[in-house]
């Protein structure tokens, strides 16, 4: 069956830091994946996805994301954290015929402190 | 182009009331998804529907929700005689075609007393 895992619940970085998210996935077929981004009592934002072709996927607002099929993984890094870069993380991956069922991660929330 | 629309943003209903959700999905777009996200959890999906057409609903309870989309007007999820577990935010969104990226309404958050 597939799944999404974010194994990170919570993660803390000061402003200016790198960071990076982590999610693995588990799917029998190449997956189509994003990362979305929730900001509090709003809906979800694509931030980038990856379907074939260059593994290393850039996105919007500086965020890239590295798809590893030997690790079934697809991390999402920026370079330097902006303070509101706080928000809810999700990992998805497109499942079904044409990837319509997206199957979602729990999410990781982001805190960047000053 | 408006983005995905739902209302109500909040939703108030006693045990045994029934909970009406709306989603106007994006122009052009005939693709429309609802998920329910709950507390420390992900995204659930629940059902995925084209006009008047569901296509895939595994992923609803099979008792008390239902869900339509059709020809003229929004998509709606319906939960009869609500209880207090069905307290969520449920986020609807919609696509221009099979595979292709979602657009995701601000949710409804509804709350069973």
């Known amino acids: 069956a597939q799944s999404v895992t974010q194994p990170d619940i919570h993660i803390t970085v000061s402003e200016g830091a790198s960071l990076e998210l982590r999610c693995n996935y588990s799917?029998?077929?190449?997956?189509?994946l994003f990362w979305y981004v929730q900001s509090p009592g709003q809906g979800l934002q694509l931030l980038l996805k990856?379907?074939?072709?260059?593994?290393l996927v850039q996105g919007i607002k500086g965020f890239e994301a590295e798809f590893k099929r030997s690790q079934s993984s697809f991390n999402l890094r920026k370079p330097s954290v902006h303070w509101s870069d706080a928000a809810e993380y999700f990992c998805?991956?497109?499942?079904?015929?044409?990837?319509?069922?997206?199957?979602f991660g729990a999410g990781t929330r982001l805190f960047v402190k000053a | 182009n408006a983005g995905v629309m739902q209302n109500p943003r909040h939703l108030v209903r006693r045990r045994g009331q029934e909970a009406r959700l709306r989603c106007s999905p994006m122009?052009?777009?005939?693709?429309v998804y609802w998920y329910r996200q709950l507390p420390e959890e992900g995204l659930k999906f629940m059902v995925y529907?084209?006009?008047?057409?569901?296509?895939?609903e595994s992923g609803m309870p099979k008792e008390r929700f239902s869900a339509e989309f059709p020809k003229e007007g929004p998509s709606i999820l319906r939960i009869q005689q609500v209880v207090r577990g069905d307290s969520a935010a449920y986020f609807c969104?919609?696509?221009?075609?099979?595979?292709?990226?979602?657009?995701f309404g601000s949710g409804t958050q509804l709350s069973v007393l």
């Open positions: 969104a919609s696509s221009p075609g099979v595979g292709e990226k979602l657009f």
């Open positions: 799917y029998g077929a190449t997956p189509y």
């Open positions: 990856y379907f074939s072709g260059d593994t």
């Open positions: 998805a991956v497109g499942a079904g015929t044409g990837g319509f069922k997206t199957i």
């Open positions: 122009k052009g777009h005939s693709h």
């Open positions: 529907l084209q006009k008047e057409n569901i296509i895939d």
